[in-house]
């Protein structure tokens, strides 16, 4: 069975850094590539940062590039989303996603983690 979890999400100020986590288990995803999404109230869930296989192709969104870094460790078969300068408006629930053609549509990925949530309070 396959299972993502993700872990590090939580409340914090304006400006402040999260790092999220999201763990592997049930199979290697070393050769499949990862994304993060986010989902907030009243919104479709919208991409975040994706990376390839081997972590060498990172890609994000223009609302988030330059705060926000995608990395993985496939030794650990973990991913992670470090977020730094916070602004309220990331408030969401955040997902990692595994398998499939990767990219930056949500239905390019065949696994889903439960979200995290994150608020970033003004």
């Known amino acids: 069975q396959v299972q993502l979890v993700e872990s590090g999400g939580g409340l914090v100020q304006a400006g402040g850094s999260l790092r999220l986590s999201c763990a592997a288990s049930?199979?290697?995803?070393?050769?499949?590539?990862m994304g993060w999404f986010r989902q907030a109230p009243g919104k479709e869930r919208e991409f975040v940062a994706g990376l390839s296989w081997s972590g060498a192709n990172l890609y994000y969104a223009d609302s988030v590039k330059g705060r926000f870094t995608i990395s993985r460790d496939n030794a650990k078969n973990t991913m992670y989303l470090q977020m730094n300068s916070l602004k309220p408006e990331d408030t969401a629930v955040y997902y990692c996603?595994?398998?499939?053609?990767?990219?930056?549509?949500?239905?390019?990925?065949?696994?889903w983690g439960q979200g995290t949530q994150v608020t970033v309070s003004s």
């Open positions: 049930g199979r290697t995803f070393g050769s499949s590539a």
């Open positions: 996603a595994a398998g499939g053609v990767g990219g930056r549509a949500p239905e390019n990925y065949n696994y």
